[in-house]
């Protein structure tokens, strides 16, 4: 029993930083209809930016302490954003009315491209890095089960998060927007909607939410180099697919979903080489009987 | 458009030409290929720098056979399947004579054939697995090998830290690490010890903490992780958070500064053998560690930078043996190796021209790897 449960809170850990990364496949998605390959690479970048402004920050604020590892994910959170914005607006704004197969093909340049420029020794360099220690950690036992204090943080922000973006996008005017934007473009600019302008936002918000999970992702794991981003953005984009992609509250199943299973399937002796390939059979099992993902509704085409 | 396509032609086979690397008529070229960039770059990189000195050293001495050695080398990002091409292109358009490299088993793996096939002779610094050597007879090392490795730490394991039920944790991706564990097993249960959990993880994986707490249940005291750096500094921080307090020891796939910068607290007290400690040499290895100091502004050299050295010096050993820089007169010389005082031991090519040595397992201490034994074959 203390074997499971403390299976169930390692897998519940590690889901949600998945869930936090899918958040921000699927709202781009929702708005763009396109799956944005640069986003696992932009959660490199947001782990790099941290890297190298944390000794900066912890002089201020000493290291390893609550104010040091705010202002580092709001400043890379920051740059990010901008990062997200600048690659929206170089590479696939003067592709938006091209079939969506030249945009799909042009993210996973981008991808490629911030991939091996990072690599370059001028650059971030191809070895692995050790990321530095933002937060003070202490572990937390009971009874026969320990689990970090990251990692209710980590669950903590992504529930905030998720809730925060629920908001933006169902409660707010720029939130209509996007919601206008993504159910037909042309019709939202002629209301008068900023369409530029929404998916500009759109690309910051999702860049901003990769470089936290990029950042929660090296906090767990403290060795971060450029090919980083690969494993951890594909996991979430599938876990964005499993939830429903465009459904906020589906990324975030999805992401916890996979990472359960990867965990359990992980910790079962004799099993744990197949961990991968069992996770994902069961993924295709799922989009079998549930196309949509669990929480996505079918939507009709309109001939 | 007709013109176009001329120029491009034209363009491409300047190009062409202007890739070779030519070669005078006084020079002797040499391939290396290595994981300068990617996953096990340090590994790659350490072992480059030893190769460059060594044949900086030689050259400045009057090189081989009156010629000097050319060193040419081509990374392979530490992906599979690149080695295959880095070790063609050297071998087709630089003709060089030998090949030298790599530190990973897999990516030497995949070298082997082709070398063996054209009757190049290789000789890897680092790659442990045996099968490397079983190629072919155009293949060499200078290190030893799995067995020989993973029966040390199961003796170490089993004497000296008195262990008797211990769980072993396997990269799977990873030819290497498959080899170390088997033979681990082997020597553990023969020695009369018990293997209680073996899981395994995708080198590269990020979260380990699924598997840990599967073999944190089957109460071990030990666990043997044959890994490289990168994620055996990783598991050995999650092994903390869940509260997993035994000793973790491994290959000498550890040994990389990354280890320590990595793991921090996590990695003290574990253990793991290896080609090389400076504390352990003799005058060859003084002067060596002084060489590299000199030549890369004070950075101590691990034991791939010094298994590097060794591979290019006993290249050149042979080359001078044989008197000429044909593949099978390269590689009688290089089988006939015997007593060679490298700077990692003294080094003889066996039946499996495989390197008689002996190992040394070392200790993290305050982010340092401490001398702890050298184990003779």
């Known amino acids: ?303 | 458009m007709k013109r176009r396509i001329f120029f491009s032609v034209v363009g491409a086979m300047a190009l062409g030409f202007a890739g070779c690397q030519k070669t005078a008529s006084n020079e002797i070229p040499v391939g290396e290929f290595a994981s300068l960039t990617g996953k096990e770059a340090t590994f790659g990189q350490s072992s480059h720098e030893g190769t460059v000195l060594a044949v900086e050293q030689i050259n400045e001495a009057g090189g081989v056979l009156g010629k000097k050695i050319k060193l040419l080398y081509e990374d392979n990002a530490s992906k599979p399947g690149e080695s295959a091409n880095a070790v063609n292109k050297l071998i087709a358009k630089d003709g060089v004579v030998a090949i030298l490299g790599e530190v990973a088993s897999s990516r030497s793996l995949e070298a082997a054939p082709i070398c063996q096939s054209n009757k190049i002779p290789m000789v890897s610094p680092a790659s442990t697995n045996p099968k490397l050597t079983e190629t072919g007879d155009y293949i060499f090392r200078v290190c030893f090998i799995d067995p020989f490795q993973g029966t040390v730490m199961a003796n170490f394991a089993k004497n000296s830290l008195k262990e008797q039920k211990v769980a072993i944790f396997t990269d799977v991706k990873s030819d290497y690490s498959k080899g170390l564990a088997k033979f681990f097993k082997e020597g553990f249960t023969k020695a009369g010890g018990q293997i209680v959990a073996e899981l395994d993880y995708n080198g590269g994986d990020k979260d380990f903490k699924g598997q840990l707490t599967a073999i944190k249940a089957a109460n071990p005291q030990g666990v043997f992780v044959p890994g490289y750096y990168t994620d055996v500094a990783l598991i050995c921080i999650q092994a903390k958070e869940i509260g997993f307090d035994v000793p973790f020891y491994g290959g000498d796939g550890w040994e990389s500064s990354k280890l320590t910068e990595i793991g921090k607290q996590a990695v003290e007290g574990n253990y793991f053998s290896t080609h090389y400690s400076p504390d352990a040499g003799g005058e060859k290895a003084k002067a060596f560690v002084e060489a590299y100091k000199k030549r890369y502004n004070g950075k101590s050299p691990d034991a791939m930078a010094a298994l590097g050295y060794d591979s290019a010096e006993i290249l050149a050993d042979a080359i001078k043996r044989a008197g000429s820089t044909e593949g099978d007169k390269i590689r009688d010389a290089l089988a006939a190796t015997k007593d060679f005082d490298a700077v990692t031991g003294k080094i003889s090519i066996n039946k499996q021209r495989d390197a008689d040595k002996a190992a040394v397992i070392v200790q993290v201490k305050d982010g340092k790897f401490e001398y702890k034994e050298t184990v003779k074959p």
């Open chain 1, 1 to 303: 029993m203390d074997w499971f449960l403390q299976q169930l809170i390692n897998g519940l850990a590690l889901g949600a930083i998945y869930a936090l990364i899918a958040l921000g496949y699927t709202m781009v998605y929702g708005v763009l209809r396109f799956i944005n390959f640069a986003h696992a690479d932009v959660l490199m970048l947001g782990a790099f930016a941290a890297y190298y402004l944390a000794p900066a920050v912890a002089k201020v604020f000493g290291p390893a302490t609550v104010p040091t590892a705010l202002t580092v994910m709001v400043l890379s959170a920051a740059i990010c954003a901008v990062i997200g914005m600048l690659i929206e607006f170089l590479a696939y704004r003067p592709l938006r009315h091209r079939p969506r197969l030249t945009v799909l093909i042009t993210a996973i340049g981008v991808s490629l491209f911030i991939e091996y420029t990072g690599q370059h020794e001028k650059v971030f360099g191809a070895a692995t890095k050790a990321f530095p220690t933002l937060l003070p950690q202490k572990e937390i036992i009971v009874g026969a089960l320990r689990c970090s204090s990251n990692d209710l943080v980590v669950v903590g922000f992504t529930a905030v998060l998720l809730f925060a973006m629920w908001y933006i996008v169902q409660r707010t005017k720029v939130g209509m927007a996007m919601r206008a934007v993504s159910f037909n473009e042309q019709a939202a600019s002629l209301m008068g909607v900023n369409v530029n302008g929404i998916i500009s936002f759109t690309f910051a918000i999702g860049s901003a939410l990769a470089a936290i999970g990029g950042i929660f992702f090296a906090m767990r794991a403290p060795g971060i180099e450029p090919l980083m981003g690969v494993q951890p953005g594909l996991r979430a984009f599938i876990a964005a697919v499993l939830g429903g992609i465009g459904n906020l509250p589906g990324a975030a199943l999805g992401g916890v979903v996979l990472g359960l299973i990867e965990t359990f399937f992980g910790g079962m002796p004799g099993l744990s080489d197949y961990r991968d390939a069992i996770a994902f059979a069961l993924l295709i099992l799922i989009l079998l009987f549930r196309p949509a993902g669990l929480l996505g509704k079918m939507q009709m085409e309109k001939v």
